[in-house]
C-alpha cells in the first residue's frame, strides 16, 4: 500500500510502525489533521471537516472550566489540540487538555510537542465527539488510560450530553462530579450545552457563572 493510499485512509486505525508514523505526521501537508498512535496503529482525523456543532461545544467546556477555576481559584493550565508524545508507544491530540493543581506550572512555554517521557500526562483529557463518539469510548479510552490521565471526558455533541471518567489502576468507571475539579458537577455542564443551542455564549457564560458561585 503506497502511503498515499494509506494516508487517505481517514477516521480509522491503520497498522504503522511508530518510524513511518512520525515520518508521516511531520509532513507539511498533514498539519491539520490529528494524528493518534497507539498499540502499532494510526488514527489520522480531518480537523478541516470539524463543523460549527463541534467547535461551539468545544468553546463551551473551554470557557465552562475557565469560569470554574477562576472564581474558585484553581491552578489550571489549558491545552487546545496539544500534541502529546511518548516515544514509540503513544501519541494523542486531544481536543482539550488540563494540568491541574502541582502539575499546572509543570510544562514549560517553549515545549512544543509535549514529552510524555519527560512531563506527566495530562490530568483531564478531552474529546469532543460528533462523528468519533465510538471510538472516543472505546479505543482512544483505552489509550487515555494506559497513559495515565487522571480524568476524561467524551462531550457528545448529537445527543447534548457527557460522558465523564475517573481513570486509575489503567482502567475508569463513570462518574457525575468531577474528582479532578472538586465540585463540578457534570449535569452543570450538560445543562450549559443545552442552553448553548438556544441563546449566545455571552448568555451561556453569564448562567455558569450564577451556578458556579452558588
Not at 470539524?50 to 472564581?71: C, E, K, M, Q, W
Not at 519527560?118 to 494506559?146: C, F, H, N, Q, W
Amino acid at each position: 500500500m503506497s502511503q498515499l493510499n494509506t494516508l487517505m485512509q481517514m477516521d480509522t486505525w491503520i497498522p504503522m510502525t511508530w518510524e513511518e508514523f512520525v515520518r508521516i505526521t511531520a509532513d507539511p501537508a498533514y498539519e491539520k489533521v490529528k494524528a493518534y498512535y497507539y498499540n502499532g496503529r494510526m488514527r489520522l482525523e480531518g480537523m478541516a471537516a470539524l463543523g460549527n456543532p463541534h467547535s461551539r461545544d468545544h468553546y463551551i467546556v473551554i470557557a465552562a472550566i475557565s469560569i470554574f477555576t477562576g472564581l474558585r481559584g484553581l491552578d489550571i493550565d489549558g491545552h487546545d489540540n496539544c500534541t502529546y508524545r511518548k516515544s514509540g508507544y503513544a501519541e494523542v491530540q486531544p481536543d482539550v487538555s488540563f494540568y491541574l493543581g502541582a502539575n499546572a506550572e509543570t510544562v514549560p512555554w517553549e515545549a512544543t510537542i509535549i514529552n510524555l517521557d519527560i512531563y506527566p500526562a495530562p490530568d483531564l483529557v478531552i474529546e469532543v465527539a460528533y462523528s468519533s463518539l465510538t471510538d472516543d469510548r472505546g479505543e482512544k479510552r483505552l489509550l487515555y488510560e494506559s497513559l495515565g490521565v487522571k480524568e476524561y471526558w467524551i462531550i457528545d455533541v448529537q445527543n447534548v450530553s457527557i460522558w465523564a471518567f475517573t481513570v486509575a489502576d489503567r482502567g475508569s468507571r463513570r462518574i457525575d462530579r468531577s474528582l479532578v475539579l472538586p465540585g463540578l458537577d457534570i449535569a452543570v455542564l450538560e445543562e450549559a450545552f443545552r442552553r448553548s443551542r438556544e441563546m449566545n455564549h455571552g448568555k451561556v457564560s453569564a448562567w455558569l457563572m450564577t451556578q458556579f458561585q452558588k
